[in-house]
């Protein structure tokens, strides 16, 4: 459903035209709407939510009157689920982790985890602004409902120059709010790239097990071959202290 009211003061010919509109929008399903407007053929964000607009600008043509629009809105949503990243199996396998299954399956099952399966959060109730036609982002925050971790996004959503550059962290409590994964979607409105790294989360992996994946790598190739692919696989081994010379 839609309520709008609009007020345009359109003057004489070649002045600028000055628009007020608030609009509501309500029982909107969030995920046909936005494959609709990015052309994704799978979901991304689902539920049913509501927008409220109340914004204002002034213009001569269409792109300064888009360029000058300021204002205010609010999103809510009762159900949001986020689709193509599972935080409970990440929290999972962060949990689970142990010097055994690290080299086997630990960064494959953190890889499905951020590139599939989907994970429900708690309903939103956000306010945003609204300056020069740019819809701005700030801590937007999504919570996990089994209080596993949250996602924190931030940045600019241009309608002025029809692109956005968002940029998310993802935060287990599990690991004292400590950012595992970077996301950013950057682009056009309709067609942002999305990508995600997960560094951190390979540096957790090399602080606690080291040594102990050098260890056994050394056991199956020797200590040169380990070394090569422990390098190519992101994880390091600390350093040892130097021996102790008799005087």
């Given at each position: 459903?839609?309520?709008?009211?609009?007020?345009?003061?359109?003057?004489?010919?070649g002045?600028?035209?000055?628009?007020?509109?608030?609009?509501?929008?309500t029982?909107?399903?969030?995920?046909?709407l936005?494959?609709?407007?990015?052309?994704?053929?799978?979901?991304?964000?689902?539920?049913?939510?509501?927008?409220?607009?109340?914004?204002?600008?002034?213009?001569?043509?269409?792109?300064?009157?888009?360029?000058?629009?300021?204002?205010?809105?609010?999103?809510?949503?009762?159900?949001?689920?986020l689709?193509?990243?599972?935080?409970?199996?990440?929290?999972?396998?962060?949990?689970?982790?142990?010097?055994?299954?690290?080299?086997?399956?630990?960064?494959?099952?953190?890889?499905?985890?951020?590139?599939?399966?989907?994970?429900?959060?708690?309903?939103?109730?956000?306010?945003?602004?609204?300056?020069?036609?740019?819809?701005?982002?700030?801590?937007?925050?999504l919570?996990?409902?089994?209080?596993?971790?949250q996602?924190?996004?931030?940045?600019?959503?241009?309608?002025?120059?029809?692109?956005?550059?968002?940029?998310?962290?993802?935060?287990?409590?599990?690991?004292?709010?400590?950012?595992?994964?970077?996301?950013?979607?950057?682009?056009?409105?309709?067609?942002?790239?999305?990508?995600?790294?997960?560094?951190?989360?390979?540096?957790?992996?090399?602080?606690?097990?080291?040594?102990?994946?050098g260890?056994?790598?050394?056991?199956?190739?020797?200590?040169r071959?380990?070394?090569?692919i422990q390098n190519?696989?992101?994880?390091?081994?600390?350093?040892?202290?130097a021996?102790?010379?008799?005087?």
């Amino acid at each position: 459903a839609m309520d709008m009211r609009m007020v345009v003061d359109a003057a004489q010919t070649g002045q600028p035209v000055r628009v007020e509109q608030k609009m509501t929008f309500t029982d909107i399903q969030v995920g046909p709407l936005l494959r609709a407007l990015t052309k994704q053929r799978k979901d991304s964000l689902t539920g049913v939510g509501s927008l409220m607009l109340d914004i204002r600008g002034e213009g001569i043509s269409t792109s300064a009157l888009v360029f000058s629009l300021a204002g205010n809105g609010r999103l809510q949503m009762a159900d949001p689920v986020l689709h193509g990243m599972d935080l409970e199996r990440l929290d999972n396998t962060l949990k689970d982790m142990n010097s055994s299954n690290i080299l086997s399956s630990l960064m494959g099952s953190v890889n499905s985890a951020l590139g599939g399966g989907q994970t429900a959060f708690k309903p939103i109730d956000h306010s945003f602004t609204i300056a020069q036609g740019t819809l701005t982002l700030n801590n937007f925050t999504l919570e996990t409902e089994g209080e596993t971790g949250q996602i924190i996004t931030n940045g600019p959503i241009s309608l002025s120059e029809w692109a956005m550059d968002l940029t998310s962290v993802v935060e287990l409590k599990r690991e004292a709010g400590t950012p595992l994964a970077t996301m950013t979607l950057k682009g056009p409105l309709n067609a942002p790239q999305r990508n995600i790294r997960s560094d951190a989360i390979r540096g957790l992996i090399n602080n606690r097990f080291g040594d102990q994946i050098g260890n056994a790598l050394d056991d199956v190739i020797g200590e040169r071959g380990s070394g090569i692919i422990q390098n190519l696989l992101g994880v390091g081994r600390q350093p040892q202290p130097a021996p102790e010379q008799d005087n």
